[in-house]
């Protein structure tokens, strides 16, 4: 559905105002996102909110979702995918959810041998949508480009490897023996290195 992206110039009918971080403000008109989402719908109909706080996004990334509202269709970029995915996910836009799953679908059958800055990105992001919303598209999507990349596959799990432990969260776990598959190897020497890196108990 496009309501028309030049209907967000006009001031008058913008009887919306989404806080993002920073305090910057994107206004808007309620009626395309409440048309895309139950969840807007909900607020600015029954509760009648003028408001609503979305500061853990960036102004950027909000007024693209915004804009997709608006047009039925989402720019998405590697910078705002994470963001704009989590979005369309909070205000439960399920076209738009489809559209970032194709995305990130479409980076990792772009995936080569020797892609491994790539397939870092990806597998962030995988691990990002495992800890928030407890999801497995990505990691699944990822794991069906990587099964004929075994020297990626290693390539990136040994890249986490060797990153500091400290700073690795265990929700990468399930990331990395998907990944790793069969080199049970490359696991023990991550599990070993956790071991080591984390105080014992008191």
């Known amino acids: 559905m496009n309501f028309g992206r030049h209907y967000l110039e006009l001031r008058g009918l913008n009887d919306l105002q989404l806080i993002c971080s920073g305090g910057e403000v994107v206004r808007t008109s309620s009626f395309p996102l409440a048309m895309n989402s139950l969840v807007v719908s909900e607020l600015v109909g029954e509760l009648q909110m003028k408001e609503l706080d979305v500061e853990e996004f960036s102004h950027s990334s909000v007024q693209c979702f915004v804009e997709a509202c608006y047009?039925?269709?989402?720019?998405?970029?590697?910078?705002?995918?994470?963001?704009?995915?989590?979005?369309?996910?909070?205000?439960?836009?399920?076209?738009?959810?489809?559209?970032?799953?194709?995305?990130?679908?479409?980076?990792?059958?772009?995936?080569?041998?020797?892609?491994?800055?790539?397939?870092?990105f990806l597998f962030q992001e995988a691990g990002y949508i495992l800890k928030e919303r407890n999801n497995k598209d990505l990691q699944l999507a990822l794991n069906a480009s990587l099964g004929g990349l075994s020297d990626l596959q290693l390539s990136l799990v040994k890249d986490f490897i060797?990153?500091?432990?400290?700073?690795?969260?265990?929700?990468?776990?399930?990331?990395?023996?998907?990944?790793?598959?069969?080199?049970?190897?490359?696991?023990?020497?991550?599990?070993?290195?956790?071991?080591?890196?984390?105080?014992?108990?008191?």
Not at 101 to 112: G, N, W
Not at 167 to 173: G, H, I
Not at 192 to 202: C, N
């Open 162 to 202: 060797s990153r500091d432990p400290n700073k690795q969260e265990f929700v990468y776990t399930d990331l990395c023996i998907s990944l790793a598959g069969r080199s049970i190897i490359v696991l023990f020497e991550w599990l070993i290195q956790l071991v080591e890196s984390k105080p014992p108990p008191v």
């Open 71 to 120: 047009t039925g269709s989402v720019i998405l970029t590697r910078k705002n995918f994470r963001e704009v995915n989590k979005l369309s996910a909070v205000f439960k836009v399920q076209w738009m959810i489809d559209e970032c799953l194709k995305f990130y679908t479409d980076l990792c059958s772009e995936l080569t041998t020797g892609s491994l800055e790539a397939a870092w």
